[in-house]
Every structure is written in C-alpha cells, then in structure tokens.
T-cell receptor, first 111, second 114 residues
Framework: EDKVVQSPLSLVVHEGDTVTLNCSYEVTNFRSLLWYKQEKKAPTFLFMLTSSGIEKKSGRLSSILDKKELFSILNITATQTGDSAIYLCAVEGGGADGLTFGKGTHLIIQP | ETGVTQTPRHLVMGMTNKKSLKCEQHLGHNAMYWYKQSAKKPLELMFV???????ENNSVPSRFSPECPNSSHLFLHLHTLQPEDSALYLC?????????????FGPGTRLTVT
C-alpha cells in the first residue's frame, strides 16, 4: 500500500520567517510527487516533481525531490499571512492506489 | 478561475433522497476524477474516468454512482446516503490520461446528509 507522510502536521510562524515542509513516501512504481495548497476548499496545484535534485521554484516557494531517500521538501521564504493554508503532498504511483495524499501540513503565519 | 466547475456548491439532502453532483471542465482534458474530503482525512480518490471510461473505483459504496457522458462532464449520482457521507466532494481533471500531469480541481460541493 502506498504511503505519504507529511511533517510537521501543523506549524505556526511569524510573518517573514522561512518554513520547510516535509513529505516522505513509499510508493510502487513512483511517477511523480505533487504539492498542493489548500485554502478553505479545493486544493490548488503548486509543483509536480519527477526528477531528483532539480529544484522547482515559483516566487517565494520552491521544492525539491530526493528519490533516493524518498522525500521532498517545500520551502517558503519571507512568509506572508496569505501563505496560511494546508499544504498537501501527493504521490502518483503505478499501483492501484493511483494518487495518494498525505494528511497535510497546516501552516499558520502570524502577523 | 480553474477551468473546472462544480454544481451545486452546497447540497443538503436526506438519507432517502436522490441527487446528483455535476462537474464540467473547460480545459480539454481527457481524465476526470471524483475525490472525497472529510474533516479528518486527506483527499480520498473515489473514481477515475479516462477518455470516458471508468478506470478506477476505489472501493466506493454503490450508493455513489458515477457517470461520464463525455470527456468534459462528470456526474456523481447519490442515493440513500448516510450521515457519514457528509463531506466536500471534489472533481478534478488532467491532461493526457489518468494520473498524468497536474490535476486541476474544481471548487467542490459541500454535501450534508441529514
């Protein structure tokens, strides 16, 4: 059975801080790892990672994948209150489970 | 604007009712998905359609019945639901076949079963 474990489950920081969110996984026939940001309702897509060591960047957000150690990190620099959300990690595998999500990291940015 | 729309946005139904959720994507994608998200669980994949064919049924009870008449539309027919079925139901679509590339989510339908 595919597994995705995110840590921490919740995190409270102050505006301007840098945060690192973790995602480790066990999956059959790994295809990709995805990060989503969920505010209020439906998640919005952030990154898809398929290759080790190649950083993906979008503004203050960046992510990298380590396929040897089976984990990914999501970094957010100079955090803002608008970054407060649940950050979901999901792994796409070739098994019957398809896309498996972690439980998410609830990030709270305090002014 | 995600390009994936869902209606209704909110639905309250009794356990004996029959209702349907609708999803429409305007992105030209070939795969569509139904997810369930409850307060304490991560997104749970329910069904996957790839080129209008159902390719995944993730052990979903028969009181949930999907329908995909074409690549742009996806329905979830509901009947004799239970209170524990109350949740946010999300539709998503993706390009290039199931589980490929990024998935675009609709806003969800908040379902309450009374």
């Amino acid at each position: 059975e595919d597994k995705v474990v995110q840590s921490p489950l919740s995190l409270v920081v102050h505006e301007g801080d840098t945060v690192t969110l973790n995602c480790s996984y066990e999956v059959t026939n790994f295809r990709s790892l995805l990060w989503y940001k969920q505010e209020k309702k439906a998640p919005t897509f952030l990154f898809m990672l398929t290759s080790s060591g190649i950083e993906k960047k979008s503004g203050r957000l960046s992510s990298i994948l380590d396929k040897k150690e089976l984990f990914s990190i999501l970094n957010i620099t100079a955090t803002q209150t608008g970054d407060s959300a649940i950050y979901l990690c999901a792994v796409e595998g070739g098994g019957a489970d398809g896309l498996t999500f972690g439980k998410g990291t609830h990030l709270i940015i305090q002014p | 604007e995600t390009g994936v729309t869902q209606t209704p946005r909110h639905l309250v139904m009794g356990m004996t009712n029959k209702k349907s959720l609708k999803c429409e994507q305007h992105l030209g994608h070939n795969a569509m998905y139904w997810y369930k998200q409850s307060a304490k669980k991560p997104l749970e994949l329910m069904f996957v359609y790839n080129f209008k064919e159902q390719t995944e049924n993730n052990s979903v009870p028969s009181r949930f019945s999907p329908e995909c008449p074409n690549s742009s539309h996806l329905f979830l027919h509901l009947h004799t639901l239970q209170p524990e079925d109350s949740a946010l139901y999300l539709c998503a679509s993706s390009q290039g076949g199931q589980f490929s590339y990024e998935q675009y989510f609709g806003p969800g339908t908040r379902l309450t079963v009374t």
